[in-house]
């Protein structure tokens, strides 16, 4: 606790865009086979440093098995809402959630990065008893607590009952229990996202989790059974208001994006495949008179590639999927960057009309059949995958590994962890950074990124740029 607010909140995106450059970068490492602990790994980022682009610390699990996806800060922006109750409290914790295990680690970063260490550890038994919830996903600091989407429910194999979002205290890190108090049609789940002064949340699907943790399940995809739908909630009410399903044959609706101005009543998802032509999709939703409306504001094609380039699971579609496993949006809501895990390939969208999405930018690196190496000749195994933007918007970083099966399936010859960054032009464009390429630790592979102070995907605001 503080006296004074934290000096990483901003009270609107433009002021955060001001705010220093970050200096460290926090990524999460899994063990596939599950031989070892996960870990965190912490990175400088400073240019000119003696240790750029280099690992400076490690803080090491004592599980294993835990399968580390997604991961947040206990505390941001958020929190200099004027309904919040925490305006004093720091971003000082990151936490972090085993996917497969359902086990919280609170990871403490302060005095100094690089001497970070466990704060706390919650077993999965108190997530089950208090939420009836398993396999927490994605991590969100709100004005009053912190945010868990998960993506199962009870019983063994998380099906006894949907997924949902539970709420944990931001300073003692209990798990208090679920957030929803009408959840409507909703079934699956995935990410989540709101517009905190206008009063509501965004939540996505995936699958549950028979249908991901031994891998994609072929005979489900082609029947369309995966998650396809967005929900829309009254956030302080708690309820389902409104849910859209984008089409059957959109499969796997994902990360969901709003709008960083809370001006602004829009937002962007993305859809992995498309059943009937293989192709990616980016989304538009927006709210007009109080109803929420969507619509398919760009696509991406796959690529045609001959049977000895392809894994067995593709062999017989003769094509590479794009396969968006993520997107992000820039703090001053200009740049999507859409991560085509499939294809090898970063592409950048000007969303200045958020309708009318334009392609400004990509480059590519790895891919399926493309392989491409990084600018230093480094080979890149797998494709862009979890993209994190710094908050100025110059520099966008990503890693390769999606889910450990997932790995498997789509790069049967391994997905050797690594992290490399781009630096973005004024007016747009993507350049890959030559000196910044970040090799981890045999064994290892590399999954999301959080930046020192926060960054794009963490940060919501309560005030409007001026």
Not at 195 to 214: H, I, K
């Amino acid at each position: 606790m503080t006296m004074r607010p934290d000096p990483t909140f901003h009270a609107s995106p433009k002021l955060a865009m001001e705010a220093p450059a970050e200096n460290f970068a926090y990524t999460l490492l899994l063990s596939p086979d599950f031989s070892k602990p996960d870990a965190l790994a912490v990175i400088d980022v400073k240019p000119g440093s003696p240790t750029y682009s280099q690992i400076v610390h490690t803080v090491t699990m004592p599980n294993k098995g835990d399968e580390f996806h997604h991961f947040g800060w206990n505390a941001c922006s958020s929190a200099l809402s004027p309904l919040a109750g925490h305006a004093f409290i720091e971003r000082r914790y990151l936490i972090i959630p085993g996917l497969r295990s359902s086990r919280i680690y609170i990871i403490d970063t302060k005095p100094d990065p690089t001497k970070a260490k466990i704060h706390k550890i919650i077993e999965p038994e108190e997530v089950f008893k208090k939420t009836g919830y398993s396999r927490p996903h994605t991590i969100h600091c709100g004005p009053d607590g912190i945010y868990v989407s998960t993506l199962g429910g009870g019983g063994k194999d998380g099906t006894n009952g949907p997924p949902g979002v539970f709420i944990m205290d931001c300073e003692t890190f209990e798990v208090l229990g679920r957030w929803e108090i009408d959840r409507g049609p909703q079934t699956l789940h995935y990410d989540f996202w709101w517009n905190l002064p206008r009063d509501y949340m965004v939540t996505s699907e995936w699958a549950l989790p028979p249908q991901f943790e031994n891998g994609i399940v072929p005979e489900d995809l082609l029947a369309n059974k995966y998650g396809h739908r967005l929900h829309f909630w009254d956030l302080r009410a708690r309820r389902n208001v409104q849910t859209i399903d984008l089409g059957a044959n959109h499969q796997m609706a994902l990360e969901v994006r709003p709008a960083h101005d809370p001006v602004r009543e829009y937002g962007f998802v993305g859809v992995v495949v498309d059943t009937t032509n293989l192709e990616a999709s980016i989304w538009t939703w927006w709210r007009d008179g109080g109803t929420f409306h969507v619509e398919k504001t760009a696509t991406i094609p796959p690529e045609p590639a001959p049977k000895e380039k392809l894994p067995p699971l593709l062999q017989g579609f003769g094509a590479v999927p794009p396969l968006v496993t993520d997107i992000d949006l820039s703090m001053d809501d200009r740049f999507l960057y859409v991560s085509c895990w499939g294809t090898g390939e970063m592409r950048q969208y000007d969303v200045s009309d958020p309708r009318k999405p334009k392609h400004a930018g990509s480059v590519h690196i790895g891919g399926i059949a493309r392989r491409t190496p990084h600018p230093n000749g480094k080979a890149f195994a797998a494709g862009p995958q979890m993209v994190e933007i710094s908050r100025d918007g110059r520099r966008v970083y990503w890693t390769n590994s999606l889910y450990s099966t997932w790995d498997d399936q789509f790069y049967p010859d391994g997905v050797p962890g690594v992290e490399v960054m781009a630096n973005v032009g004024r007016d747009g464009g993507l350049e890959l950074d030559k000196d910044y390429f970040v090799s981890f630790p045999d064994g290892y592979r590399a999954h999301q990124i959080r930046l020192e102070g926060g960054d794009c995907s963490t940060d919501s605001f309560c005030y409007p740029s001026a």
